[in-house]
């Protein structure tokens, strides 16, 4: 079964890029039809997707916040990054990581039984 694990700092100060880490356990990233993507619930929101990397390397943003997203990955390690550049206190948030196997709806399905989910990693944007 497949795992997923966020890490990085908990706090950033505005202007910085947040920078954040999934490892995964249990299979590769590239693993074929396999999306992996980032998924934050700011508070008082619902969840919002920020983008994907595709097993194939391919990447999808959320256009709100594609100026300032870059998803990687590095297949080695089978772990891919998150990069959200210039935040503000707007981006404090938990960040998810996500897997799922359907393209179509990878930024529109975010119902929590769908895919395999990390267990969210709390990101404060704060001087």
């Known amino acids: 079964q497949v795992q997923l694990q966020e890490s990085g700092p908990g706090l950033v100060e505005p202007s910085q890029t947040l920078s954040l880490t999934c490892s995964v356990s249990g299979g590769p990233i590239t693993t074929t039809y396999d999306y992996w993507s980032w998924i934050r619930k700011l508070p008082g929101k619902q969840l919002e997707w920020i983008g994907a990397i595709a097993y194939s390397g391919s990447t999808y943003y959320n256009p709100s916040l594609k100026s300032r997203t870059s998803i990687s990955r590095d297949t080695a390690k089978n772990q891919f990054t998150l990069r959200l550049n210039s935040v503000t206190p707007e981006d404090t948030a938990v960040y998810y990581c996500?897997?799922?196997?359907?393209?179509?709806?990878?930024?529109?399905?975010?119902?929590?039984?769908?895919?395999?989910w990390g267990q969210g990693t709390q990101v404060i944007v704060s001087s």
């Open positions: 996500r897997r799922t196997s359907d393209l179509l709806t990878v930024g529109t399905d975010l119902r929590e039984n769908v895919g395999s």
